[in-house]
């Protein structure tokens, strides 16, 4: 028998669980009536025993699955004996999320600090006599000193060297006259904005420097003068952080206010930033003249500077020479097309032999003497060859050239790439197979050192290209150097972030032999996973040689073609001791060298060269390892982030699950009300289905995931969204810890906080509703009648700022004694809208505000009974315990694939 079917209709619809879930016993059940009244109904143990139906197992299971949803994660790891997987996840998301946060705020920390550091220069640099600290009274009261002011500014920027155009404007009246001797005036509202145009480029000399000072202003119409201009600049710190540097791009306002006609034209300084990723200079370069030279104007001359003294001709009386800038004109065309000399001569009109001994000249001018200031440079420029290199000469240079490739290949301690190129030539007369190489054409060898930026270190060219790379190595002046011990390279160091002693080298492919200085990759054949990735690694840094080779001749096409190299004007020659050449007597009979009879190769001792070969192949191995550990890893930061993502969406999925496994239930449980009681169930009870807590964290979860993807784009220069970026991962972190309460309501001890904020949060929302309408009619009154005369007061925000910190006791003297030189009047409304304002707020809302709460507090100290809805007298029925072992048998509510996963 269903209880409903004792009481009346009325009272059916409207009882409460109330009875049953108190004593199953009792003769009397108190029902509450939809008017609110009390009815004693007598009834029999033996007609409900109990239960709303009768023993049924559906019922049953129902109310297990309820009470098993609604357990902590440790009542739910004893009823099932699942591990509680989602709150070790959530500890973990706590965790990394967490040190995500903190890596991005150091990061952005440096772009903060950069971009206010820049704003405060700009402020030195640009407002006359600016004194730090006086930006809210910065003003002129002269013509003479805005004219000043104006034309300073214009001045320091002209000075600045700068690519961008600045302008500045003023803005007036179309039409007016002031004439305050007879109280007349005429405006015309109309506003006119004069804009005044500056490119820094153009040199600030002659006339042009007094151009932009040839206006007048119209003070009794002048608005405002407004200085427009843009500054570039790059922010290296970030190096620090093992990041590419950011490309700023600044936007500076200064703005000579007038509005007020007051006599007081402010001055102030707006700065907004962009932030970009770097580019290359090429992307920069001019099309026409790259196209014509592969090189931009400003390589075409630096070039020019270097070489002009040594190539410049003087005039005769018959003619004027070729100038210095059409002879290195023709040279570069030359050596960036590889066009013949009769096409040269026809596109600049001069001889073809003029063009091959101007050609001549300008590459051998780079052989001679040089300047002092020079000396660090080594130039060389001949028929075959354009380099511009500079070999470090200390050990402060050879570690810049190692981090470069640490933070661009991820390789540390290497000093250089180094690889051989076959410069193809026409053979020489009686050369015979001297140049023939092993690809069947005529070549000599160029034999290079390069940095991660793609630029030489080493150069030597000219070698027969009949000799393989490691016999052009053995024989070269790098080789020597680098036995001598002459590169004053740095001393063994420990890796980055590792205690693992390491050299510095030089890297290499197969061909060059394994040294301690100059290390190659394993063998192709049979690598296990460490060594692939050891190969991958020094494949990245070995690749820059290749890729400057490519480089080379794609700008200078010459090394596409087949040079007319005379062997009198290569760079260099290779060296062959004569005890390793076999000759022929004047009998034209052999005379075998000195090597066939072993003498010459006595040197070749093995212990010196396998030691050193040895200790090469434990470099290569600790580096194997190296690159396979953590420290080793650029990739760090990138796969953290990914891995934050990964773990929110896995967070996203079981909350997400526990949610859709709430609503099954609720269904469920309403459709058993509704089928055998006839009830509905509401909407309270509707709601404890649905936990407000996996809504905050699914909320923090996909607000990470955003943050991580932003910041991923940020630290690979895609993007420059550092506010947003902030924005996203404080919230989300806030929101993660806020979740930490979730568990910790499982303990009542530690519950307090919650239970009282639940329990006091509708009348405190009730409360400051109230209090909302007094403080706001106290800010509109303060703002309209204070506004004038205080600087607290001047707009609704800072009214309200100042309002709210007087409510905590902050600024009272302050905000008293900025009203003390107004009128009476004022004064004395200033003092009874402080005083009445303060002893409301302070000694009667903050009051009542606390004792809300404190109320709240006591009730639950007090264990005062509280409401039991239907949902909890119906989950009361169950009296199984966790450890009963009843529970293992209940499957859960097919709503995902993710079963296995519990809460």
């Known amino acids: ?250 936007y500076i306002t200064i703005v000579l206010d007038n509005k007020a006609h007051s006599g007081k034209v402010k001055i102030w300084l707006e700065n907004q930033a962009t932030i970009k990723e770097c580019k290359h200079p090429s992307e920069t370069d001019r099309r026409g003249f790259r196209e014509l030279l592969r090189m931009d104007v400003d390589d075409f001359n630096f070039l020019l500077d270097k070489v002009q003294p040594l190539i410049q001709r003087k005039d005769t009386t018959l003619r004027k020479a070729i100038t210095a800038r059409q002879r290195l004109l023709v040279t570069l065309r030359f050596l960036a097309t590889g066009e013949s000399f009769r096409s040269l001569c026809f596109q600049y009109r001069i001889g073809r032999s003029t063009i091959g001994q101007i050609v001549t000249e300008t590459c051998e001018a780079y052989g001679l003497e040089r300047s002092p200031e020079d000396t660090s440079e080594l130039m060389q420029i001949s028929t075959c060859d354009l380099f511009l290199f500079q070999t470090p000469t200390t050990e402060a240079g050879w570690r810049e050239v190692a981090r470069g490739f640490r933070d661009r290949c991820q390789f540390p301690h290497c000093l250089g790439a180094i690889d051989g190129k076959h410069v193809y030539i026409q053979p020489p007369a009686n050369s015979g197979s001297l140049f023939y190489n092993y690809k069947g054409r005529f070549s000599v060898v160029l034999m290079a050192v390069v940095d991660a930026n793609y630029k030489f270190v080493y150069a030597s060219v000219g070698t027969q290209g009949r000799m393989s790379d490691a016999s052009l190595f053995g024989q070269s002046d790098l080789r020597s150097a680098m036995d001598r011990g002459l590169l004053n390279v740095p001393k063994p160091e420990p890796l980055p972030n590792s205690n693992v002693i390491m050299p510095y080298m030089f890297v290499g492919d197969e061909a060059f032999p394994l040294r301690t200085d100059l290390i190659k990759p394993f063998p192709h054949r049979n690598l296990d996973h460490d060594q692939r990735i050891f190969n991958y690694r020094l494949s990245r840094a070995r690749r820059t040689v290749e890729n400057v080779f490519g480089i080379l001749a794609n700008r200078l096409r010459v090394f596409l073609t087949n040079i007319a190299l005379d062997p009198d004007k290569k760079g260099s020659e290779a060296y062959v001791p004569p005890a390793f050449v076999d000759t022929e007597d004047e009998s034209h009979r052999l005379v075998s060298g000195t090597w066939r009879r072993g003498g010459a190769l006595n040197s070749v001792a093995l212990s010196r060269a396998r030691n050193a070969t040895t200790t090469a ?287």
């Open 1 to 250: 028998m269903h209880v409903g079917e004792i009481l009346p209709e009325s009272n059916r619809r409207s009882s409460s669980f109330n009875q049953y879930a108190g004593d199953a016993g009792s003769d009397h059940c108190h029902h509450r009536n939809s008017h609110g009244n009390i009815h004693n109904v007598t009834g029999s143990p033996t007609d409900t025993a109990g239960h709303w139906v009768g023993p049924d197992l559906e019922e049953e299971d129902l109310r297990r699955d309820l009470k098993y949803f609604f357990m902590s994660p440790c009542d739910k790891y004893h009823a099932k004996g699942r591990k509680p997987f989602k709150l070790g996840l959530q500890l973990l998301k706590i965790v990394i999320v967490t040190i995500q946060l903190v890596l991005f705020g150091l990061s952005n920390q440096v772009v903060v600090t950069f971009r206010e550091e820049n704003t405060m220069t700009f402020k030195q640099l640009f407002l006359k006599a600016y004194d730090e600290g006086s930006d809210d009274s910065f003003a002129v009261y002269t013509k003479g000193d805005l004219y000043d002011h104006i034309f300073y500014t214009i001045d320091k920027y002209l000075t600045l060297p700068d690519t961008t155009l600045g302008r500045y404007a003023y803005q007036y009246y179309k039409k007016g006259r002031i004439d305050p001797a007879n109280d007349t005036f005429t405006i015309d509202p109309a506003v006119v904005t004069d804009c005044i145009g500056l490119n820094p480029l153009s040199a600030p000399t002659g006339s042009f420097y007094n151009d932009y000072k040839n206006f007048t202003l119209k003070f009794h119409k002048l608005i405002n003068v407004t200085i427009e201009f843009q500054l570039k600049a790059i922010n290296i710190q970030t190096i620090i952080n093992n990041e590419i540097p950011d490309c700023y791009t600044f």
């Open 617 to 903: 192949k434990e470099q290569c191995d600790q580096l194997k390892a190296y690159f396979q550990s953590p420290a080793g890893s650029n990739y760090a930061r990138l796969t953290f982030d990914v891995a934050v993502a990964l773990v929110c969406m896995l967070s996203v999925v079981l909350c997400g699950r526990s949610i859709l496994r709430g609503i099954v239930l609720q269904y469920e449980f309403v459709a058993f009300f509704k089928n055998s009681l006839g009830r509905k169930v509401c909407w309270a009870d509707r709601m404890d289905f649905i936990n407000g807590w996996y809504i905050l964290l699914i909320v923090s979860d996909f607000l990470t995931i955003t943050g991580s993807f932003v910041k991923i784009g940020i630290e690979s220069k895609n993007m420059s969204s550092y506010d947003l970026c902030g924005i996203l991962l404080g919230t989300s972190t806030l929101l993660v810890w806020v979740g930490v309460i979730r568990y910790l309501t499982f303990f009542q001890k530690y519950n307090i906080l919650i239970v009282t904020l639940r329990v006091a949060f509708p009348n405190v929302i009730r409360f400051c509703c109230c209090v909302a309408v007094i403080y706001l009619g106290y800010c509109f009154c303060g703002w309209i009648v204070l506004g004038p005369y205080h600087v607290k007061f001047r707009s609704l925000s800072m009214v309200s700022e100042c309002l709210f910190s007087l409510i905590n006791g902050d600024d009272m003297f302050v905000t008293f004694s900025g009203l003390e030189g107004s009128s009476t009047l004022v004064w004395v409304f200033s003092q009874v809208y402080l005083y009445s304002f303060i002893s409301l707020f302070i000694y009667m809302v903050l009051s009542l505000f606390i004792a809300l709460i404190t109320g709240a507090y006591e009730t639950i100290k007090s264990r005062e009974p509280m409401h039991i809805t239907d949902l909890q007298a119906f989950i009361a029925e169950c009296t199984d315990t966790a450890n009963s072992g009843k529970f293992r048998g209940v499957e859960a509510s097919p709503c995902s694939i993710f079963c296995c996963c519990d809460r």
